[in-house]
């Protein structure tokens, strides 16, 4: 499938009328809010190696995420075919544009990752192809915490 194609159909998918994120009482005033910048992030496993994938984020990942300042906002895989058996759909929150580039180069760089990512690829590569895309919350969207 087309990365356009696919990141067209994502919406639909992941923003249903109500109740998928969970939302402030109210709209934050502060300007930490207002540069947060959300990072959608599509996997592309080779075959088989999603379930890989998914223990990998489930027991490691995540948890390195958050040390080092990527707020986990919310984790899909989908459920018709061909992409439910390869691929994983995610958003993490960062402060801002250039926490989200320092973020990452310190999660790159953290030995932890390093080690997970080496014992889980040790029977060959899991992700194929990363998309990441960039994101801020329109004016009427609800806030996410």
């Given at each position: 499938m ?37 990072e959608?992030r ?44 390869n691929?994983?759909i ?22 932890e ?12 590569k ?20």
């Amino acid at each position: 499938m087309k990365r356009r194609t696919l990141i067209q159909s994502i919406p639909a998918a992941l923003l249903p009328a109500a109740g998928l994120f969970p939302v402030s009482e109210k709209h934050s005033d502060s300007v930490a809010d207002a540069d947060t910048v959300y990072e959608l992030r599509v996997y592309h496993c080779y075959e088989g190696k999603l379930p890989d994938l998914l223990k990998r984020f489930r027991e490691h990942t995540t948890k390195i995420f958050e040390k080092h300042s990527m707020k986990n906002i919310a984790y899909w895989t989908p459920m018709d075919e061909p992409q439910k058996s390869n691929t994983l759909i995610y958003i993490l929150a960062h402060s801002g544009r250039e926490a989200a580039a320092a973020n990452w180069k310190a999660f790159s760089a953290d030995p932890e990752w390093q080690s997970v990512q080496k014992a889980s690829e040790a029977n060959g590569k899991i992700v194929e192809k990363v998309d990441s895309t960039f994101m801020t919350l329109t004016d009427f969207s609800p806030w996410l915490r």
